[in-house]
């Protein structure tokens, strides 16, 4: 897309979302400017010949990426109108944002669960949404079920309810490819598509700053709902901006690593905020369970976690000495874990043995020094029976510790 699209595409934007918009004019800045530079800054890191291999990316993935708009029969003749009793219900747009195709034989998009809320205190009776995609054909879609604790949702494109006109009226879906956010690296090259600010598709390129990041890493300023603890996430240095939410982020083989979202943001000051998206494994592990009508329900260990490491844990010795002095503890084992703080009586870890004080070293064989070390095993989806093998530390009278290895079924809600 050349930059004059882009800044066309910016400015009908600002005119469809009106003064709300006016705000956002410095992140789709950044968007143009990544867009911009972004396959220059990465020249020397990729291999040879990977200069070629986004812009055919791009391009192809684009034949799979939509413009979703939500509208809703509002009374009062708009969406500001006052309106009452037997008062007109008009058509009105209340948000917009991307998707991608995710099943082109049952015709499923998949996007952000936010992106298809209905508004709240507008008065609407009835959510329509509106599918555009790249050939600029328009399509009615319905909403299928959407899952807010991951901020995840499912629709489906419905049959046109008119006759159909020229052969380019016609939709003929092309389902992405999905990858694997577990194998990305860092700095790698990656394409955020979708629809700034509710205009043209469009894309951003830039790089993965954290492949694997958990919400639990997050800084103290993050914003999202509680729940979101249970996905994994990708940190991205390619700026998301509002209209962009639920469209794919690509690899440079063009296939789908992430779903990116503006409800999922870390640090509280808004020119720090890094962008983040849904990995597409726990992505894809929420839309199978949404689309076979099932409810979603969360793994539950049952445990209160803290991460601690080797200064912690002697720093917690000097704090049971009472006098805050440095002691010498050259005979202590300094460990590094997840220290139990609390257990759910008769929950899942409390079944399985586990005990306050505990530290867990392991989960499924591998190293735990953060919470999503074990928030990555529980995955987002519970499953009925399933186990983790946990091997914790445990201290009694003597100055080494036992080793306990317990197996905890989980538990759901």
């Excluded at 598509?193 to 800084?219: H, I, N, Q, W, Y």
Aim: aromatic content about 4%.
């Amino acid at each position: 897309m050349s930059s004059g699209a882009v800044w066309a595409s910016i400015a009908a934007g600002s005119r469809e979302h009106g003064p709300a918009a006016s705000g956002l004019w410095s992140a789709a800045a950044a968007v143009l400017a990544a867009s911009a530079v972004g396959v220059a800054s990465c020249a020397g890191a990729d291999d040879e010949g990977a200069e070629d291999a986004m812009p055919a990316a791009i391009a192809k993935a684009m034949g799979s990426t939509v413009r979703i708009e939500s509208w809703a029969y509002v009374s009062g003749g708009g969406f500001w109108g006052s309106g009452g009793a037997g008062a007109a219900l008009v058509p009105t747009k209340v948000s917009s944002g991307s998707g991608v195709v995710y099943d082109a034989e049952e015709r499923l998009i998949l996007t952000n669960a936010h992106v298809l809320d209905s508004p709240v205190g507008m008065g609407g009776v009835a959510t329509r949404v509106k599918v555009v995609f790249s050939g600029g054909q328009v399509r009615e879609g319905r909403v299928v079920a959407v899952d807010r604790d991951c901020d995840i949702g499912l629709l489906r494109i419905e049959e046109p309810r008119w006759r159909l006109g020229a052969e380019s009226e016609r939709v003929e879906l092309v389902e992405a490819p999905l990858g694997k956010s577990s194998a990305l690296a860092r700095g790698e090259r990656v394409a955020v598509l979708g629809a700034p600010l509710g205009g043209s598709l469009g894309a951003t390129v830039g790089t993965v700053e954290s492949p694997a990041f958990l919400a639990d890493e997050m800084a103290a300023g993050q914003r999202g709902p509680p729940p979101l603890l249970y996905t994994q996430l990708v940190r991205l240095a390619a700026p998301i901006v509002q209209g962009n939410s639920g469209g794919p982020v690509i690899n440079r083989a063009g296939e789908v690593v992430a779903i990116a979202s503006t409800a999922i943001q870390t640090g509280a000051d808004p020119g720090s905020r890094k962008p983040l998206a849904i990995s597409i494994e726990d992505a894809d592990a929420v839309a199978k369970v949404l689309r076979s009508g099932a409810q979603v329900r969360r793994p539950v260990l049952g445990a209160a976690l803290e991460a601690i490491d080797e200064v912690d844990s002697v720093w917690r010795l000097d704090a049971e000495a009472g006098d805050g002095a440095q002691a010498d503890h050259s005979d202590v084992r300094a460990v590094a874990g997840l220290l139990v703080r609390g257990l759910a009586s008769g929950g899942p870890a409390e079944r399985a043995g586990l005990r306050v004080g505990d530290v867990i070293v392991r989960c499924n064989g591998r190293r735990t020094r953060l919470k999503g070390d074990v928030l990555r095993e529980l995955g987002p989806v519970a499953q009925a029976g399933r186990r983790i093998h946990v091997q914790a530390l445990r201290w009694g009278e003597g100055v080494e510790p036992t080793r306990v290895q317990a197996s905890v079924e989980l538990g759901q809600r």
